[in-house]
């Protein structure tokens, strides 16, 4: 219990920089929401897809390389130059490229995008992948706070440009009848990339002490050894954000009619930052917990520790659904109304997000035995699901289809990952109680359901939902250390 109170606290760390910065940008959405339409947030939706798509492809699995060489070997210099190289020459040749087609790319990706959207993208993935490898020399250094401050000045300025793009600016223009620098009376969506770019360069800029360590003495041998390992991590990144955006972009593709794609898209992308907590939480636990497995990886007791470490990663995902679901009449106030139609898909993604995070805590076994490659396997069967399924089920559902199948996908990833993972690294996972535990939250989440669609009272609705939410984690606090004490009573 001791490990896991560490990396509980390591989380908290990692977690405060992560959901402190992202949950107030978080709140940008009922901002947003309210200044533009559907058919305006559905092309930011559809672009930030892109965004979150190539990063994986330009960091190339580059960060889990340097935390799995830097144990394996005590050169962590070489290894971290060698990795931040190849980072930065692929970012700049990708870089200069989308600026040169820029036009070309507008009109083929059918988002409503002009080249000048493209070219602030491109510079938006070139400097955030550049930035992943710094950020993860300060995670295998332990500088938590470093780490923390960086991130939260980047996600400061991007909130604040926010608003003054969308807020400020407007409300001055209209009582003073004057306008203010970058301001228009037509707001136009590229504000939004042109904040992330700004936060996205003072990360840089902050992060050069680290950019400017790197050595540029080649070891050909050592790069060719990283590329062997990264390469499938890479694929199944690449897999992973197929599965995580895919739908966003097939939606705009398969729906005939451009202006209905595009009002989906934006119902769905809104819809989706509904599950941010759960999001939230998974994000802070893979900072802390990708370092922690790798350095108890030569740990006697790790296979039980994982276990452990597996089961209050579920009971705190279970928590985080249950109170996002019998709270949904608050959480519903961060979207513009013409957007709560598509309130049905949040349990949907909610669910898928809890399987995604599961897969995170699978996914140690391939890492820990260097067979990242059936890792590859695993997100390439899910990424070939999520294609099949997106192309069947958006023509006739919509966003409700995406929904669906990024659950589904999910849910195959993780199956599959936990029959491979104890075929190779076997880990006495706690199954039986992940679906005892599950049952519980979805009977639970059902009466809260029933009982609260007939209060009128917000304070009475909200003290049900609340109240059963409590009563699901008194139950788990008593079960597991119930399970404690007869442990230590063998």
Request: with cysteine.
């Amino acid at each position: 219990m001791s490990t896991i109170k560490k990396l509980a606290g390591q989380t908290a760390i990692y977690g405060l920089s992560t959901i402190v910065g992202r949950f107030l940008n978080y709140l940008l959405v009922p901002i947003q929401t309210r200044v533009f339409n559907l058919v305006q947030f559905g092309t930011i939706t559809g672009l930030y897809a892109y965004i979150t798509f190539l990063n994986v492809l330009l960091t190339h699995g580059m960060e889990t390389t340097f935390f799995r060489f830097a144990e394996k070997h005590n050169h962590e210099q070489s290894i971290y130059s060698t990795a931040m190289r190849s980072v930065l020459f692929f970012s700049l040749l990708f870089g200069c490229c989308t600026f040169l087609f820029a036009s070309q790319i507008a009109e083929l990706i059918h988002m409503g995008a002009t080249a000048y959207y493209i070219k602030i993208v491109a510079v938006i993935i070139a400097l955030d992948a550049i930035c992943a490898v710094p950020f993860a020399l300060l995670r295998k250094e332990n500088k938590a706070l470093r780490f923390a401050l960086i991130k939260n000045a980047g996600i400061a300025v991007t909130i604040f440009l926010n608003v003054y793009f969308l807020l400020i600016g407007p409300y001055w223009i209209q009582e003073n009848q004057r306008l203010l620098p970058f301001i228009s009376n037509d707001i136009d969506p590229s504000v939004i990339l042109i904040a992330n770019l700004c936060g996205s360069l003072l990360t840089f800029v902050l992060l050069i002490p680290e950019i400017i360590a790197i050595r540029f003495k080649r070891n050909r041998a050592l790069y060719q050894e990283m590329l062997e390992y990264a390469i499938p991590i890479m694929f199944i990144g690449f897999a992973g954000m197929i599965n995580e955006t895919l739908d966003r972009i097939m939606l705009v593709q398969l729906i005939p009619d451009q202006s209905t794609a595009l009002r989906m898209n934006g119902i769905y992308g809104a819809n989706y930052k509904l599950s941010i907590v759960m999001t939230l939480f998974i994000q802070a636990f893979k900072y802390a917990a990708e370092p922690f497995f790798f350095k108890h990886g030569k740990n006697s007791s790790k296979t039980q520790i994982y276990a452990d470490v597996m089961q209050v990663f579920i009971l705190v995902c279970l928590s985080i659904f249950l109170m996002v679901m019998l709270n949904m009449r608050l959480f519903e106030q961060f979207m513009g109304t013409e957007f709560r139609e598509g309130l049905i898909i949040v349990p949907i993604l909610l669910w898928a997000n809890i399987f995604l995070g599961i897969y995170y805590n699978l996914s140690i076994w391939y890492k820990l035995t260097d067979q990242t490659s059936k890792g590859a396997y695993i997100a390439i069967a899910g990424a070939i699901i999520t294609v099949i399924l997106n192309y069947m089920l958006i023509p006739i559902l919509g966003y409700y289809g995406a929904a669906l199948s990024t659950s589904i996908c999910y849910g195959t990833m993780m199956v599959l990952g936990y029959a491979m993972g104890q075929k190779y690294y076997p880990i006495p996972y706690k199954v039986a109680s992940f679906f005892g535990y599950s049952i519980l939250a979805l009977l639970l989440y059902g009466i809260g359901y029933y009982l609260q669609s007939s209060l009128t009272q917000n304070h009475t609705y909200y003290l049900v939902g609340n109240g059963l939410l409590v009563l699901f984690i008194l139950i788990a606090v008593v079960i597991e250390k119930s399970k404690t004490r007869l442990h230590a009573a063998d």
